[in-house]
């Protein structure tokens, strides 16, 4: 796992994706939730920089279906979304990411950032 986090803080996500993988695979039934739900933001991180949208929209909600009140990986998701002109669904999330933690800096710059591009969002 080491080799994974240390690939994915070089910015070597094509080298830090199949350490993950491989990781979510092999220690699936020994893992923590929390470290499972780390291991599958970790990796829609590596997709997103990848620029496989899908993939990592894919490992985001596998993320938030078991830790659903992780922050992190709601505003990663929102990006996402954003990047995918579903401006709506990322002001969603964004709303859910302050009701969480109302102090969310992350959340609330780009929810600020949304509302001001478009006030039909």
Not at 26 to 43: A, D, G, P, V
Not at 51 to 76: F, R
Not at 79 to 96: D, G, M, S, V, W
Request: charged content about 25%.
């Amino acid at each position: 796992m080491v080799l994974a986090k240390v690939y994915l803080y070089q910015s070597k996500f094509e080298k830090a994706a199949p350490k993950f993988e491989k990781i979510s695979k092999k220690y699936q039934n020994e893992l923590t939730k929390e470290l499972q739900s780390q291991i599958f933001n970790s990796l829609g991180m590596c997709y997103f920089n990848l620029n496989d949208l899908e993939l990592s929209t894919h490992y985001y909600l596998k993320s938030i279906e078991i830790n659903n009140n992780c922050t992190a990986t709601l505003n990663n998701l929102a990006r996402i979304y954003e990047k995918k002109k579903l401006f709506c669904e990322a002001k969603n999330i964004y709303l859910r990411v302050l009701a969480i933690n109302p102090k969310n800096y992350i959340a609330r710059k780009n929810l600020t950032r949304l509302n001001s591009r478009d006030s039909r969002i």
